[in-house]
């Protein structure tokens, strides 16, 4: 009887019992997502430099300054492989975009820590990005649909796969 009244009350209590922590967490870590992306052992780590135009332009798509002097990334032949961070509404998410001839192949939600909004890990949000490209203004060439109450991290995502693209094509001009 005891044990009826306890799962009665678990279930009532429902998503309160788990804690007000959503969703957050780490999904994905940077290795496991390098090795999806890459057929054999993913290539070494390369530094691009973010400075002179290269930064004004970073900082003209985020709307705010881009606090790192450089960014790791992976490359090999046409497909590149980016793993960087963009504030949702306070804390960051870690983001993993793979863009390949200058398309977007995939985004991943790799780390979230907000606690709401974390929706955007997702499959039915993430592949919206398949194929997208930089469009006029340095916008991307398609809507992508938001989500409601994840504003905030819907805009973090989109602006990290046009700041992936965006360092795909100068890596990519630059050899």
């Not at 780490?26 to 890459?38: A, I, K, Q, R």
């Not at 290269?54 to 705010?64: K, N, Q, Y």
């Not at 490359?75 to 001839?101: C, F, H, M, N, Y």
């Amino acid at each position: 009887m005891l044990t009826r009244i306890a799962l009665l009350l678990l279930f009532a209590m429902g998503p309160a019992a788990a804690g007000s922590g959503g969703e957050a967490g780490h999904y994905l870590e940077n290795d496991e997502y390098l090795n999806s992306v890459f057929a054999a052992d993913p290539p070494a780590a390369r530094v691009l430099w973010v400075t002179g135009e290269l930064r004004t332009a970073v900082e003209a798509m985020l709307e705010h300054d881009f606090a790192a002097l450089r960014v790791r990334y992976w490359r090999d032949g046409a497909r590149s492989a980016w793993i960087l961070d963009e504030i949702g509404k306070e804390l960051p998410i870690t983001i993993g975009v793979t863009v390949e001839a200058g398309a977007i192949e995939n985004v991943r939600v790799l780390a979230f820590r907000e606690s709401r909004g974390w929706e955007v890990r997702y499959p039915f949000f993430t592949d919206q990005f398949a194929n997208a490209r930089l469009g006029p203004e340095g916008r991307l060439d398609r809507r992508i649909d938001g989500i409601t109450g994840a504003t905030m991290s819907v805009h973090a995502v989109t602006r990290i796969a046009r700041i992936a693209l965006l360092m795909h094509e100068h890596v990519a001009s630059a050899e």
